[in-house]
């Protein structure tokens, strides 16, 4: 399985930008994807995440500025980044939960994540 991001980039504070993941594989099936960033020198940080029940989870920092949605083609998604600071400047990596595992996921937390892209950076100027 290969996950992919895609539009990241130097903006400044208060641009909009959105960032595309595709998680590729012959039979692949996504239960869940997620985005999360990380900043030099900051541990990793969840941004958002969507199950397959539609099920959307934010973190603390993104509510109401972020928005994540499913992409038209299976396993992938978007991530809308409005009004952005110059705190948002990090690396931005995409993640997919397998539908073959199972197990109970709380969606949020890194370690819930199968499958991780190699992430693209988001560098906003204030």
């Known amino acids: 399985v290969q996950v992919t991001e895609s539009g990241g980039g130097l903006v400044q504070a208060g641009d909009s930008l959105r960032l595309f993941c595709a998680a590729s594989?012959?039979?692949?099936?996504?239960?869940?994807m997620a985005w999360f960033r990380q900043a030099p020198g900051k541990e990793r940080e969840f941004v958002a995440a969507i199950n397959w029940k539609d099920d959307i989870y934010y973190g603390d920092s993104v509510k109401e500025r972020f928005t994540i949605a499913k992409g038209t083609v299976k396993a992938t998604v978007f991530l809308q980044m409005n009004r952005l600071k110059s705190e948002d400047t990090a690396v931005y990596y995409c993640?997919?939960?397998?539908?073959?595992?199972?197990?109970?996921?709380?969606?949020?937390?890194?370690?819930?994540?199968?499958?991780w892209g190699q992430g693209t950076q988001v560098t906003v100027s204030s």
């Open positions: 993640a997919a939960i397998g539908a073959h595992y199972s197990g109970e996921y709380t969606f949020v937390s890194e370690h819930d994540y199968h499958y």
């Open positions: 594989g012959p039979t692949f099936s996504a239960y869940a």
